[in-house]
């Protein structure tokens, strides 16, 4: 590895991982994520969303992004698309779509994947500006700061809810459109549904 020999290359390992251990998180998202996994967890949300009968995936991912606004606005991340949407809200949608008594199509869960990846994006970018200091902030800061704007981070906490509002329920309505035109696309009319 570079000539560095076995302790050189052990102490720079050491090194990097002290000073960026944030962006090493992942390691530990990926282990807990996975045990959850093993131990049922796909299974355990798909189950729940049985008991909600007018559960749909495009309202669930409206709920989803509502949810991780109002976290995001207290700058708490709680997985992301790898440890939160893939294992937790796509065994939950795949349970919403069971529930309108479809069996789902591999090409429509792809479509949903989109969707909430989507939404945990545009949730977690207009609402963690709303944490003064939080990373997102001090970013728009920055760059507003190169560009001869001189802005405080309070200013933009203050000024960010209804731009997060805005983005949030134009991206919800979007889903939802986008959900009943997918859910007729892949399983016909609603009315026809498939018996139990």
Not at 57 to 83: D, I, P, Q, S
Not at 119 to 142: D, H, K, P, R
Request: proline content about 3%; glycine content about 12%; hydrophobic content about 45%.
């Amino acid at each position: 590895v570079g000539g560095l020999g076995p302790v050189t290359l052990l102490e720079t390992l050491g090194s990097t991982f002290v000073a960026n251990r944030s962006m090493a998180i992942f390691i530990i998202v990926m282990l807990v994520t996975g045990t959850l996994e093993r131990n049922g967890l796909r299974e355990a949300a798909a189950d729940l969303m049985r008991k909600v009968k007018s559960a749909t995936a495009g309202k669930l991912v409206c709920a989803y992004g509502v949810l991780r606004g109002f976290f995001g606005a207290f700058n708490v991340g709680f997985g992301g698309v790898a440890g939160f949407v893939r294992p937790v809200l796509l065994p939950m949608a795949e349970g919403a779509i069971k529930n309108q008594g479809h069996e789902p199509k591999e090409e429509h869960m792809e479509d949903v994947k989109g969707m909430a990846s989507a939404m945990e994006n545009i949730a977690w970018f207009f609402c963690q500006v709303l944490f003064v200091g939080g990373s997102g902030g001090i970013l728009v800061q920055t760059t507003l700061q190169s560009l001869g704007y001189e802005v405080e981070l309070v200013d933009l906490a203050v000024t960010e809810p209804p731009i997060a509002i805005i983005a949030i329920v134009l991206a919800s309505v979007l889903f939802i459109m986008k959900d009943k035109k997918l859910t007729k696309k892949y399983y016909g009319d609603q009315n026809t549904k498939a018996k139990k």
